[in-house]
């Protein structure tokens, strides 16, 4: 379970997350939703400790991450698995080499172990016969795969995805969300997902924040969301002619 | 204007102070600094001689055209050729050639592991991407830039004998006995320390503007020119100041 505490945070004068208060439970799919520009990344950011926060403070399983000690947040951030917008993967070594680096860097395994490891991760996210091609000879969507078999890699207790559905078409996403929400159940993680995507939003949010200008605005389940009475929860969610279709079948 | 230059060497020193730290898994930091070194000697390698060539081939020409008299003996030619070659012309013009060639393609790879998050995903991992990018570059140029220089030094005197032979301003023997006439040992430990010290600041400050690159494309063209032009300068001026201690 992750806990955020009144977390802000500025940059410079700038405050862009104010005082955000959210629980991401274990074992379920926590989304982040919100427009382009509402600090959902920052505070995804601010979550694997790439920007501290300003004030408050984040709590991974009752431990303060960003007030502990380098080697306790070293600790921790092997039990992280993050996938990022662009994939991030290294373009310089094959998918085999790619699944294989964390374990690689931060494990003592051997080697016939760590390749048993690749091959399993590569085969649940279903990228079989990908072993010694390079990320540029992936698609969109195989990329965003081999990202998802890197970060389960070491068996992480958090799992962060990073908008994993952008520049996708509408069938890969879906084949992405399930891949998540699998893997989320089948591991216990704790997820957190940041996304915009409303197929994402209906389909797979067990627990779903909104979050507006920086401020958490709405908090609820995917059972809530369509039938909320936040007017700003529903301007992003029925701000589609497809979704405004279905608005009054919703009501 | 000066507090710009005092606030980008402030980074550059916290910048060092992270890469100089403990490599994560030292197997992987000497398997990473092998591939770097066959990167930089591989890469450079051609171009280095090429350039050693015909710079030794133009020394030996303009240097035979200028000491025409009957006063001054023909082995001159060799021994000024010899001198400037292994002093200044192979340490500095070749590093300087290197700023350009290594120097950005350093640039260009850690700056687009900036953009595309590679970086931020070693950092997530808790890998010191800082240490684990840059410290083999910077090791492997200690080794790969001085072999550079040497195989430089080698061709460039190469490029004169091939001047010589071809022309017949003076004869082979005369520009041989040149060449070993007062050799000094010295001035080629001199040419390799500046060769280290080069090697340092071209990976290092080219690595330093691929780091912190903010943005796309854009800024990773101009981060490519900010850093050969930084490089190059500072090369220029601890020419100078090596020069400075090690010959006065």
């Not at chain 1, 074992?27 to 919100?34: D, E, F, M, R, S």
């Not at chain 2, 931020?120 to 910077?138: F, H, Q, R, T, W």
Request: aromatic share 10%; proline share 3%; glycine share 8%.
């Amino acid at each position: 379970m992750i806990v955020v505490e009144n977390v802000k945070k500025s940059f410079g004068t700038k405050e862009v997350l104010h005082n955000i208060n959210i629980t991401f439970e274990k074992g379920k799919v926590n989304l982040v939703i919100g427009r382009s520009g509402s600090g959902k990344t920052v505070l995804m950011k601010c979550l694997i400790g790439l920007l501290s926060p300003t004030s408050g403070a984040i709590y991974y399983d009752n431990k303060d991450f960003h007030h502990m000690s380098f080697g306790d947040q070293k600790k921790l951030r092997m039990d992280m698995g993050v996938v990022f917008q662009g994939s991030a993967l290294f373009d310089s070594l094959t998918i085999e080499e790619n699944v294989m680096f964390p374990l690689n860097m931060l494990t003592n395994q051997s080697q016939q172990e760590k390749l048993d490891r690749v091959n399993h991760c590569l085969q649940r996210v279903d990228l079989i016969n990908t072993n010694q091609l390079y990320p540029s000879e992936l698609s969109g969507g195989m990329k965003k795969r081999a990202a998802i078999a890197r970060a389960i890699a070491i068996n992480p207790k958090y799992l962060f995805c990073d908008e994993p559905n952008s520049g996708l078409d509408p069938k890969t996403s879906l084949i992405i969300d399930e891949l998540i929400t699998g893997i989320t159940h089948e591991y216990n993680m704790t997820t957190v997902v940041n996304t915009h995507d409303l197929n994402s939003v209906i389909t797979i949010g067990e627990t779903i924040a909104f979050i507006k200008d920086g401020t958490l605005e709405w908090h609820g389940t995917k059972d809530q969301v369509l039938v909320s009475d936040n007017e700003s929860l529903n301007d992003f969610i029925y701000a589609q002619p497809i979704t405004q279709m279905i608005r009054p079948h919703v009501k | 204007m000066i507090y710009s230059f005092l606030e980008h060497l402030g980074n550059y020193f916290i910048f060092l102070r992270r890469v100089f730290s403990r490599p994560e898994k030292w197997s992987e930091f000497f398997k990473k600094m092998i591939d770097e070194m066959y990167a930089m000697g591989v890469g450079s390698l051609i171009i280095v001689m090429i350039v050693s060539t015909a710079m030794g081939s133009v020394i030996t020409l303009q240097t035979s055209l200028q000491v025409e008299s009957s006063w001054i003996p023909s082995w001159t030619i060799g021994f000024t050729v010899r001198t400037s070659v292994i002093m200044e012309l192979c340490p500095t013009i070749i590093s300087l050639l290197l700023v350009g060639n290594l120097g950005s393609r350093i640039t260009a790879e850690i700056g687009s592991m900036r953009v595309t998050e590679q970086i931020d995903a070693l950092e997530v991992m808790g890998i010191n991407p800082a240490s684990y990018l840059v410290l083999p570059k910077i090791l492997a140029s200690f080794i790969v830039n001085p072999a550079l220089i040497l195989i430089s030094i080698f061709f460039a005197l190469f490029g004169g004998y091939l001047t010589v032979l071809a022309t017949g301003y003076i004869s082979v023997y005369d520009y041989v006995d040149g060449l070993t006439s007062f050799f000094r040992m010295y001035d080629v430990w001199y040419a390799l320390t500046k060769t280290v010290i080069f090697g340092f600041i071209i990976t290092s400050v080219a690595a330093f503007y691929g780091y912190k690159i903010e943005g796309g494309a854009l800024e990773l063209g101009k981060a490519n020119t900010q850093g050969v032009v930084v490089a190059s300068f500072f090369v220029l001026i601890l020419n100078l100041l090596i020069t400075n201690i090690m010959l006065n």
